[in-house]
């Protein structure tokens, strides 16, 4: 990889093969959060506990979480994809409904080992998760810009301040024990470690264009750079000329394996039975950061620059990047280093209520909120939890996220003891129609419980009649005094 692809192309790839592809890297669990019966449900809420002595997550099967996510534009409205896989702009799609900032999200999780222990009152549990999460924040203009270049832009400024790129490969070692203080708390909490693997973020950018009347020139005005952590990064091979290369030449294990880069983080939870039919709970997670300290690659670059060449007159091409990069380290201000730097993680916010209706249904409100750079990503969800039976648990849930309300939510757990499957996602329709919809999402896996409670519930027989006449003993008894 060369500097031709540098930050604008290494973002424009990111949005339109993320845009195009099921997510290769938002944690957004919403219908999985009222489903106490499952293990996982102790990731997006440290409270819960489930009521088995033991649990055991085995390698890759017990849970693989992705999540897709852009609050601008479903991908079908950007591009128009051929029968040979190759895929062509949407120049006439229309950016005026879009927010000032926008956002694109996505994850890919998977648990190398989780275990659960539940001992009387408390719950520890123990995972190790591998994550990796991609993030953009962008313009209206950005888009316009790439779709149909500065034609419209002629006497005006590209907003483009803002916009952010992030990468980011971590692991996590998560400990964490849940106590039930009475019949009504529950409160949980979560110590984790973790490790950077790879990162790469812009940081908050400002970047200025203005576009000349007629000759549609570019007046550059620039404060920007990056931070990675990486094997790739810049090199200078001449003034003002910069290369992609390999800098940090290492064997994929070694990379892996990395324990350079630390980082801490918590997570906590509650859970509070208001009564025998409502109960409310919620969690705040993520709270924590990494310090990458190793494959250090740190570029910033400000000033002003005049740029005359054919880039103004198109549409965003990569033959047009490498002279304009190569002129902006010329007539600007180019710092290249390799310093250490610290990067946040962004914190989750779920508060949910859930009214019993009977001893088969639920019916469960939560709101979600995640706190990006100068963005707030938030959603709403409504889900009917069932349980058929002891084996088989059902919740169908709607959300409002990402600016869309078309997100039809499905979950289902099946077995309880030793075995049991699960299938979890926010937004079915995406696995239908992928391209009409801004979110797609999906949580499976396999669990080993041991050791489960098998309580008598007089309503799972179908033997009411047994309470019933309990009752009327009851009263008999009271009326012969």
């Known amino acids: 990889m060369k500097g031709i692809q540098f930050i604008f192309t290494l973002i424009l790839h990111f949005i339109f093969f993320m845009a195009l592809t099921l997510p290769v890297s938002a944690q957004q669990n919403n219908t999985l ?9 102790n990731y997006v809420n440290p409270a819960v506990q489930i009521n088995c002595g033991i649990f055991l997550g085995l390698p890759v099967v017990s849970s693989f979480h992705f999540n897709y996510a852009n609050s601008g534009f479903p991908a079908g409205k950007i591009v128009t994809i051929y029968t040979d896989n190759t895929f062509s702009r949407r120049t006439e799609m229309s950016t005026s409904g879009m927010m000032p900032k926008n956002y694109l999200l996505t994850e890919l999780h998977s648990v190398l080992l989780a275990v659960g222990v539940k001992r009387n009152d408390f719950y520890y549990s123990f995972t190790i998760t591998e994550k990796n999460n991609g993030e953009i924040i962008y313009t209206p203009d950005f888009i316009e810009f790439f779709l149909r270049g500065s034609q419209n832009f002629e006497g005006q400024q590209i907003q483009l301040d803002g916009l952010r790129f992030t990468m980011d490969h971590l692991r996590e070692y998560a400990l964490g024990i849940s106590h039930k203080y009475n019949t009504r708390l529950t409160f949980g909490l979560k110590f984790k470690v973790l490790f950077g693997k790879f990162n790469f973020t812009t940081g908050s950018s400002n970047l200025g264009i203005s576009v000349e009347p007629t000759t549609r020139n570019l007046l550059f005005d620039l404060g920007a750079g990056y931070n990675s952590s990486l094997p790739y990064g810049l090199v200078q091979t001449a003034p003002g000329v910069y290369d992609w290369q390999e800098i940090y030449p290492e ?12 980082g801490l983080a918590l997570d906590m939870g509650f859970i509070y039975k208001y009564s025998d039919d409502w109960s409310f709970s919620g969690s705040l997670l993520d709270l924590g950061f990494l310090w990458y300290r190793s494959n250090l690659n740190t570029y910033s670059i400000n000033g002003s620059d005049l740029y005359t060449g054919q880039f103004g007159l198109n549409r965003w091409d ?7 990069f190569n002129e902006w380290n010329t007539n600007m201000n180019a710092r290249l280093t390799a310093e250490s730097y610290t990067y946040f993680l962004r914190p989750r916010l779920y508060l949910g209520a859930s009214r019993k209706l009977n001893d088969r249904y639920d019916i469960n409100f939560l709101l979600y909120n995640r706190l990006l750079p100068s963005k ?7 889900s009917v939890l069932t349980r058929a039976d002891k084996a088989f648990r059902t919740s169908l849930s709607w959300s409002y996220m990402n600016h869309s309300p078309l997100n039809l939510g499905l979950g289902f757990s099946y077995g309880r003891r030793p075995v049991q499957i699960y299938f979890i996602t926010d937004n079915l329709v995406g696995f239908i129609v992928p391209l009409s919809v801004k979110n797609i999402n999906a949580r499976f896996g396999l669990n080993i419980n041991l050791g489960c409670k098998n309580d008598f519930d007089i309503n799972d027989c179908g033997c009411s009649w047994m309470r019933n006449e309990s009752s009327r003993r009851e009263r008999k008894r009271e009326m012969r005094k």
């Open 33 to 41: 959060f009222f489903m106490h019966n499952l293990p996982e449900a």
């Open 251 to 262: 064997s994929w294990f070694k990379r892996m394996m990395n324990m350079n880069n630390p």
């Open 318 to 324: 990569n033959r047009y990047f490498r002279p304009m």
């Open 376 to 382: 707030l990503q938030t959603g709403a969800t409504v």
